[in-house]
């Protein structure tokens, strides 16, 4: 007698549980259309990132010898990693240095993209 007493509230609980969540969803859907989307506002670049910088020889036979901002030397950077395949096949994060790249990453074989970044900058005046 005690397991039938058991199974009949499992069985009413189960019934009652798909209404409760019916009737909350219904809210939700209608609050979500209800909700203003945000207009986007265009950021403005910080003026530090902007001023164009001279590299040194060493960054210059990667980059180019012409002054351009950080940003653009960063994306020079990438795009000789990736034409030249010196991004690391099992950890994206790491740069595997060719000569030109060693002068600039100050000897270093291997270092991670944040820190790549930090010796980048040591090479811009």
């Known amino acids: 007698m005690a397991t039938a007493k058991k199974a009949a509230p499992k069985k009413a609980a189960k019934k009652a549980a798909p209404k409760k969540a019916a009737k909350k969803a219904a809210p939700k859907k209608a609050a979500k259309k209800a909700a203003p989307k945000k207009a986007k506002v265009k950021r403005t670049p910080n003026a530090a990132f902007m001023k164009a910088m001279t590299p040194s020889p060493a960054l210059a036979a990667v980059v180019g010898a012409g002054s351009m901002p950080r ?3 960063v994306k020079k950077i990438w795009a000789y990693i990736k034409k030249h395949g010196l991004q690391d096949s099992k950890n ?3 740069i595997n240095a060719n000569d030109a790249l060693k002068a600039v990453f100050g000897g270093k074989g291997q ?3 944040f ?3 930090k010796l980048v900058n040591k090479h811009l005046k």
Do not use: A, G
Request: glycine share 0%; no cysteine; hydrophobic share 40%.
């Open 71 to 73: 940003t653009e030397v």
């Open 92 to 94: 994206k994060r790491m």
């Open 111 to 113: 270092v991670s993209m």
């Open 115 to 117: 820190e790549m970044t």
